[in-house]
Every structure is written in C-alpha cells, then in structure tokens.
C-alpha cells in the first residue's frame, strides 16, 4: 500500500468537509487496555534494536517515520517486532517543517494497514497499533529557531491543531480503531500559549485527540506535566489520557558526561537506576491518574563507551553493542514489566 496520493487527499478533504457540515461525532477511541503500560523508544534497525528491545522485555515500542512514509516500507520493522511480540507505536514525524494536509491524511493508510483488522495482519498475528504520535517536540523552538512570543511559533500550533482535526476525522470516517496523541506541553517555557493557539484554531480539539504527549526530562519535567495538565483545564479538558512520550537518564558508568540542564555530570548506573525510579513516582504522581504510557528513551546508546562526553550519546538501556548496564539495565527491564 502506498502513501496516499493527491487525488485520494482531494477527495477526502471533500468528505471532510462535508462531514463537518453534519457536525461529525467523535473518532473512535483507541481500545481499551490497563491505564498505565511502560515502553521503550526504539528504532528501525533488525539487526540490533529489534532484539534488544526483546531482550529487555519491552511490550511496546515508540519508533518514528516520517509522516509522509508509506506503509511498505514500514512493514519490515512492524513484522520484526511483531514477531517478538512487541506493538509498535508509531510516531509520524516532520522535524523543522510543518505536515501538509495530504501528508496529515496519509496516517490513514498507516491505521488501515496498521491498526486492528488492518490488511497488514490479515495470515499473521500480531499486535495492532493504537495510537499514532503526531509530531515529535514540535512545540519547542529548537527545531524551528522561534520562542513562544513568535508569530511563527502560534502559527505552528494552529496548523498541527487542525492537521490533527483533518486526520482525526478521515479515520473516523473510515470508522479505524486507532487514536492520535498530540503533544501539548509548553516546551519549558511555563507559558499556555502552545495550548491556548491550539484551542484558538480548533476550540473543540479534545473530541479529536486520544491523548496528550509531554517529555519530563528530569526534575523540572515534573512542572511540564502539573502545567500541562493545568493549561488544558482552562480549555474544559480535564480528562483524556497523558503519554510521557520520551524519559531517561543519561549515564556511561564512571565516565563524565557534559551534562544537559539540570543533569549530574557523572552518573553511575547505580545512581541512573535510582534517579529512574525515583522519577517514575513523581511523574505518575503528576499525572494525577492520568498516565497512559511512559517510554523510556532509549533502547541503546548511540556510541561506544567511553567515546565521548556527549550525554545525548548514552541514555539507552543498553550500552551501544547491547552490552548490560549493570543496575540501571535491571531498572530497565523492571520498568518494562510492570503495569
């Protein structure tokens, strides 16, 4: 199955738009399952992520395509971790740019593939997706070069507010069991206005989300999740389920690392596994209840020990070549089977 082509965009906008005119219902919400399920953020190489996900006990994992792939070229990597029993969650991402409404429509074909019943299953078994990530920190600045007093920066949130609508709804019309979370944390900055413009485009935003994505890197993440859960109250959400979409902690044992905002400079995996746990507790604690899922990142460090000081090299579970990390690996792998 191929991404989804101009004309067939056309054409569904067409019915979107009048499916709109007869006040649509709500999309479907994803199935239901237990309120909180732990997973990892992997990647798309079979040769070593795949079976290091396995190895750790992950159940789901967070893998990002560009939101314009087609579905073939994500089918060798669903099967790869299907076959190790693992769901992928899929994020659809559009790093520095801003998704069309045709690349916004093509998650359709990922859901018709990829969801329950979806033809990609049809002979094998497998584990559906259920939600679609729609972009990945886009309310950030880093990506963009703007803050959240740019025009540019509002703008950014009422398009991915009503990319959303239009995608949320097209799966709706194809009546598909797979819901989008969005993210709605203020990026660090403790402003409202990443939420504010999203709800200023599309005031009834929640009828077309299954949930909100938020990354509570370290201590101040806590305050992103008790701003974002307030900000949305504002806005009368006060229910839908929060995905920490990314966590970890960055350590390479005994070796110094040039620490991010707020990190320690040399963190033991000892030390890593309590900082884990620990912060686990506050962030379901933030939640208020609401926690859905949590994904650790990431599965492996992306360099050799010892290769660098870079901490964004060394927050995965596993040392680059799949090597434990002693404690922290344990931490790990207990995460990822609890519920």
Do not use: C
Request: glycine share 10%; net charge negative.
């Amino acid at each position: 199955m191929g991404a989804i082509t101009y004309d067939e965009a056309k054409g569904a906008l067409k019915t979107l738009s009048a499916f709109v005119d007869q006040q649509a219902p709500a999309p479907l919400p994803p199935p239901s399952g237990s309120l909180f399920t732990p997973g990892l953020v992997s990647g798309t190489d079979l040769t070593n992520d795949v079976p290091a996900a396995a190895a750790l006990g992950a159940k789901t994992v967070r893998v990002e395509w560009d939101i314009a792939t087609a579905p073939a070229k994500m089918e060798p990597v669903i099967a790869a971790y299907a076959s190790k029993g693992i769901r992928v969650a899929p994020l659809a991402g559009f790093s520095g740019r801003l998704p069309t409404q045709a690349e916004a429509l093509n998650l359709v074909t990922w859901a018709k593939a990829f969801g329950a019943g979806g033809t990609f299953w049809k002979g094998q078994p497998g584990k559906p997706i259920q939600t679609i990530e729609f972009g990945n920190e886009t309310e950030y600045g880093y990506q963009y070069n703007d803050g959240y007093q740019d025009a540019s920066y509002k703008l950014r949130a009422r398009t991915i507010a009503q990319r959303v609508k239009e995608a949320s709804m097209a799966l709706a019309v194809a009546v598909i069991n797979v819901g989008l979370i969005v993210p709605a944390s203020d990026g660090g900055s403790g402003q409202s206005v990443w939420i504010d413009e999203m709800f200023a485009a599309v005031p009834d935003l929640a009828k077309y989300v299954a949930g909100w994505t938020v990354h509570p890197y370290n201590a101040p993440g806590i305050g992103k999740i008790e701003r974002m859960i307030r900000f949305l109250a504002t806005h009368g959400e006060t229910k839908l389920p929060i995905y920490a979409t990314e966590f970890g902690i960055a350590t390479d044992g005994d070796h110094k690392l040039t620490p991010g905002p707020n990190e320690e400079a040399a963190i033991t995996y000892e030390r890593a596994a309590v900082i884990l746990e620990g912060q686990i507790a506050a962030i379901r604690k933030a939640a208020q209840g609401r926690l859905a899922g949590l994904d650790l990142y990431q599965v492996r460090d992306q360099q050799p020990t010892g290769r660098g000081t870079n901490h964004e090299w060394y927050f995965g579970a596993l040392q680059h070549e799949g090597q434990l990390k002693a404690e922290y690996t344990e931490a790990v792998k207990a995460l990822l089977a609890s519920t």
